[in-house]
């Protein structure tokens, strides 16, 4: 296939790589608005070209990717369904879907698109934080699949079947409860934990000498980008308010045992939680 990729960083740019990697696509297009962002993707190998024309770059893809942040997917999107033919395929990998798909429920060439969401990735951004092989082994969750068209669906399919992803059907409204709970709430929770230790921590240099292992897995988040994070937490706004509000009352409940010194109790919440690994080996 020609694919053209808008949006050339850690996810667009790691299909670009896994793409190249299992000979799906012989040439890839590459748009961003970001020069940096250009000359790394062409000088790294992910992409064959650079188009500045929108419009152009779609015309000539069998297959175009839209990975931008959220927000500029509402405007990015309508503009690639506008200039595809019956012969595409148009995905998106965004995290959230209700906001994005309501917004191009009437297009005309709505049946051209697939909503998909690759559940992978890392805290890092930018062309250079692309990694071969970030998808092998991972979930895709394809959205609202039956308002897409059979073969764009099949293509889809194929593609990320290629990949060895797991394929999962949700509707728009589920998989962005289902994120919020899984994906959305770590973020923001690992945003608050940096912000609490860069806090109450004020010598950086006791905070690095003393990190440990568990320390950076669970605030390494906080690294990820606003730029990515405020859009999905605009469009999934009600979604994470609910999972946040769950989070901070277990977090008052486990402050009131401490409090109370019911140090049984801590013992049996800390049971109850380890029963997570039933689910996560």
């Known amino acids: 296939m020609v ?3 808008i949006g050339i960083g850690l996810i667009g740019g790691s299909l670009a790589l896994s793409l190249k990697e299992t000979g799906l696509a012989h040439h890839i297009i590459g748009v961003d608005q970001s020069p940096d962002n250009q000359k790394q993707a062409i000088a790294i190998g992910l992409v064959d070209e650079i188009e500045a024309d929108l419009a152009a770059a779609v015309g000539r893809a069998d297959l175009v990717v839209v990975a931008v942040p959220m927000d500029a997917m509402l405007s990015v999107l309508p503009q690639v369904l506008d200039a595809a033919t019956e012969r595409q395929v148009v995905i998106d990998v965004g995290s959230t879907k209700a906001t994005l798909l309501a917004h191009v429920n009437d297009h005309s060439n709505r049946a051209r698109f697939v909503a998909v969401h690759p559940m992978a990735g890392t805290e890092y951004s930018g062309p250079s934080a692309a990694i071969p092989g970030l998808f092998r082994d991972k979930t895709l969750v ?3 699949a039956a308002r897409s068209a059979e073969d764009a669906v099949a ?3 194929a593609v990320f079947g290629r990949l060895a992803m797991h394929l999962v059907y949700m509707d728009a409204t589920a998989h ?3 994120t919020a709970y899984i994906s959305h709430i770590s973020h923001i929770t690992s945003f608050a934990l940096a912000l609490t230790v860069l806090e109450k921590e004020k010598e950086e240099q006791q905070i690095f000498a003393l990190a440990s292992g568990g320390f950076e897995s669970t605030v390494r988040l906080a690294k990820s980008s606003p730029d990515m994070w405020v859009p999905i937490f605009r469009q999934n706004r009600v979604n994470v308010l ?5 989070h901070i009352h277990q977090l008052q409940h486990l402050r009131e045992l401490l409090n109370q010194e019911d140090y049984p109790a801590v013992y049996q919440q800390i049971q109850q939680a380890n029963l997570i690994k039933k689910i996560l080996k």
């Open 3 to 5: 694919v053209t990729i």
């Open 142 to 144: 394809i959205c609202d």
């Open 155 to 157: 293509r889809v399919e």
């Open 176 to 178: 962005d409860l289902h």
């Open 242 to 246: 609910d999972v946040l509000d769950e």
